[in-house]
Every structure is written in structure tokens, then in C-alpha cells.
């Protein structure tokens, strides 16, 4: 009933910069927070920011100054923009959205089917 397609993901020399969009589509009702996470080989999946619906933002350590979250509600969509890149940034991404598909119904977790950025040193 709801789909995440992300978009943006790539290969790019450190130091560069990509911005990952995600537009959301179905029954949606209300979104809370949006996300993005990411997975590296090997590794577990991580936060890397977050942004809820006041505006509210969150950043892992890793990426503080570097990455920007946005939101769009208007258009159920979200970004990520990325800079100063480096190569322990290469990983999955994953487009994560917290929604209600009508009032009343609980919130779900729902995720898009993620991004390939690749940072090349």
C-alpha cells in the first residue's frame, strides 16, 4: 500500500557530494519521522539521519557537517544531502518512513529498497 522509491545514489570521488531523494507514494495518511540509514558489507544497518515532523533533525556522529536531512510534506518526499564524502561512507542506503495510512490506524515502519553510494578514494 505504500511504496518508498529512492533515487541519487552513485559512484563519486571523496571529497564529493550526491543528494539521495526519496518520494513516497500509496495510502498515506500522516508520515512522522523519515530516515535514512545505510548498510555497509559486514555491517550492521545504521542511523544516519532522521527528521520528524516538527522539523525535528538527527545526525549520527559520523556524518555531523557533512550530511543535510530535508523534508518535503507537500510532496511525502525526503532528501539527503550529502558532502565532503569519504570513502567509510560507501554503503546501502535505505529510505525509511514512519507512517499512518488512515486516522486512527497504528504507525508502521516502512522502508524503500535502497541506494547504492560508492565513494571511491
Known amino acids: 500500500q505504500v511504496q518508498l522509491v529512492e533515487s541519487g545514489g552513485g559512484l563519486v570521488q571523496a571529497g564529493g557530494s550526491l543528494r539521495l531523494s526519496c518520494a513516497i507514494s500509496?495510502?498515506?495518511?500522516?508520515?512522522?519521522?523519515m530516515g535514512w540509514y545505510r548498510q555497509a558489507p559486514g555491517k550492521q544497518r545504521e542511523l544516519v539521519a532522521s527528521?520528524?515532523?516538527?522539523?525535528?533533525?538527527n545526525y549520527a556522529n559520523s556524518v555531523k557537517g557533512r550530511f543535510t536531512i530535508s523534508r518535503d510534506n507537500a510532496k511525502n518526499a525526503v532528501a539527503l544531502q550529502m558532502n565532503s564524502l569519504k570513502s567509510e561512507d560507501t554503503a546501502v542506503y535505505y529510505c525509511?518512513?514512519?507512517?499512518?495510512?488512515?486516522?486512527?490506524?497504528?504507525?508502521?515502519?516502512?522502508w524503500g529498497q535502497g541506494t547504492q553510494v560508492t565513494v571511491s578514494s
Open positions: 525509511n518512513a514512519v507512517i499512518s495510512t488512515k486516522y486512527g490506524s497504528p504507525w508502521t515502519n516502512n
Open positions: 527528521i520528524h515532523s516538527g522539523g525535528r533533525t
Open positions: 500509496g495510502r498515506i495518511f500522516s508520515i512522522n519521522a
